[in-house]
């Protein structure tokens, strides 16, 4: 009976073995548990490097940061984005302008 169906075993290892491996490696807390106090500590440091904004905004940042990521409890994490969708370009306050919309931008105050 295994001897007629061999191919099929074969593919389904074959096509297992990578599905599985794939599978651990999207829910790493399944086998080494939530972040470690030292890899808490080395995120916050690279996005305490990284982040440009006011002294007061980031420290509180890095310990809202701090207190969530201590809580981790290992099962997966799923990230929604909300986005808003307007019907012309919504500038950003303080955000430079780059390229066509600097273009587009000029375009519309010489016209108005």
């Known amino acids: 009976m295994l001897k007629r169906f061999r ?12 599905y599985a491996g794939f599978w651990l490696w999207q829910t790493p807390g399944l ?3 939530g972040l470690t106090p030292g890899e808490i500590d080395t995120y916050l440091a690279a996005i305490d490097r990284n982040l440009r904004a006011p002294v007061d905004v980031k420290s509180q940042l890095t310990a809202d940061l701090r207190a969530w990521s201590a809580s981790d409890d290992a099962k997966p994490f799923y990230m929604i984005n909300l986005m808003r969708y307007y019907d012309e370009l919504q500038p950003i306050v303080g955000a430079p302008v780059f ?8 375009h519309t105050t010489r016209s108005s």
């Open 31 to 33: 086998i080494r548990g």
């Open 99 to 106: 390229g066509a919309a600097r273009k587009r931008r000029t």
């Open 7 to 18: 191919f099929e075993i074969v593919l389904a290892a074959a096509l297992l073995l990578p």
